[in-house]
């Protein structure tokens, strides 16, 4: 049976928070890569108010039976009230680089 891959974003208000969810998320096998890109800017509606702010995005790559460990990680750790957590599942990928996330993260067929 194929496994469920995930894509899932989340955004951070630095650099450093960004390094500190990735790290959490990798060391505790919730995700096998996380990629931070820095430079992004988000315009969004918060509270009523219109906000525009410098953000760091982290594209994490696990599967979904991972993510409400993840999302509760994200949740617990996250500077944000409301942290961003979406996850889009991923329909295709090279074979060999959806084996290796399995593998990274011991979740091997």
């Known amino acids: 049976m194929p496994r469920d ?7 951070c208000p630095t650099v450093e928070a960004a390094q500190k969810l990735a790290l959490l998320l990798v060391e505790n096998n919730l995700a096998a890569c996380v990629n931070i890109i820095p430079g992004l800017t988000s315009i969004y509606r ?14 994490i790559k696990s599967t979904a039976e991972h993510y409400a460990a993840m999302e509760k990680l994200l949740r617990d750790n996250h500077p944000y009230e409301l942290p961003e957590i979406i996850a889009v599942p991923v329909a295709r990928g090279l074979p060999e680089y959806l084996d290796w996330i399995s593998h990274t993260m011991g979740t091997a067929q």
């Open 46 to 59: 918060w509270q009523g108010k219109l906000n525009t702010d410098q953000e760091v995005l982290l594209l």
């Open 5 to 11: 891959y995930l894509l899932v974003m989340n955004t």
